[in-house]
């Protein structure tokens, strides 16, 4: 399975935005990049995905480079509720499976 | 609300005593998903089932088992729960008919305490 890496953590203000990367050098074709999220105390939340193009939620955005080996979690406005691990995981979608699996993820902090 | 609720929020058992934990949702989704998650680290997919399809990862322990007796409903039980047992333990579940990509929607876990 294709691996992605992530910073470890990162800090924000409030009200700034949040680049979060996340590297996926031996993604493949089929690959679909996922992001989720994990509040404290709570499980994990979808946020968002992609294939090629960017995508934009009303949570989030999703910017991939044109080779697809990595791609930048986009919090436009970050706000003291958006605190939690970010994970960025791949989803092989000729797999036969639904399966999910969690890297290490990105801490982020985020300062008032 | 709440789509995948487990049931207890807490739960403490004793080193080797059999427990059981609970999952139960109201979205009708056909795959459901059980991962434990310790301490300061990433959830980890124990086992899923698509419909009644049971899926074990292969560095599952035997200890842990589950159950679907229908499609709202899904159960863990750790036989002989030992001490690296303690974790949060979630569900998850999603829908195969909206494809591959179709996100997981967790409950918010529970905590087990082995004494």
């Known amino acids: 399975d294709a691996k992605t890496t992530q910073p470890n953590s990162m800090e924000s203000n409030e009200e700034e935005p949040v680049h979060l990367p996340c590297n996926h050098s031996?993604?493949?074709?089929?690959?679909?990049i996922h992001w989720y999220r994990q509040l404290p105390s709570q499980g994990p939340e979808y946020v968002i995905h992609g294939l090629t193009s960017n995508v934009n939620n009303r949570m989030a955005s999703l910017a991939i480079a044109e080779d697809r080996k990595s791609s930048t979690l986009i919090l436009h406005r970050a706000t003291l509720r958006d605190a939690a691990v970010y994970y960025c995981i791949l989803r092989d979608v000729t797999k036969d499976d639904y399966k999910l699996s969690f890297g290490a993820g990105t801490t982020v902090t985020v300062r008032a | 609300d709440a789509m995948v609720i487990q049931n207890p929020r807490y739960q403490v058992t004793q080193f080797g005593k059999p427990v059981t934990l609970s999952c139960s949702q109201t979205?009708?989704?056909?795959?459901m998903y059980w991962y434990q998650q310790k301490s300061s680290q990433a959830p980890k997919l124990l086992f899923h089932y698509y419909d009644k399809d049971f899926n074990n990862e292969a560095d599952t322990p035997d200890n842990f088992q589950s159950r679907r007796p229908n499609t709202s409903f899904c159960f863990l039980d750790i036989r002989s729960p030992g001490l690296g047992d303690a974790a949060m333990y979630l569900c998850?579940?999603?829908?195969?008919?909206?494809?591959?990509?179709?996100?997981?929607?967790f409950g918010n876990g529970t905590r087990l305490t082995v004494t």
């Open positions: 998850a579940t999603s829908s195969a008919s909206s494809g591959r990509n179709s996100p997981l929607h």
């Open positions: 031996t993604i493949s074709g089929t690959d679909y």
């Open positions: 979205l009708n989704h056909n795959v």
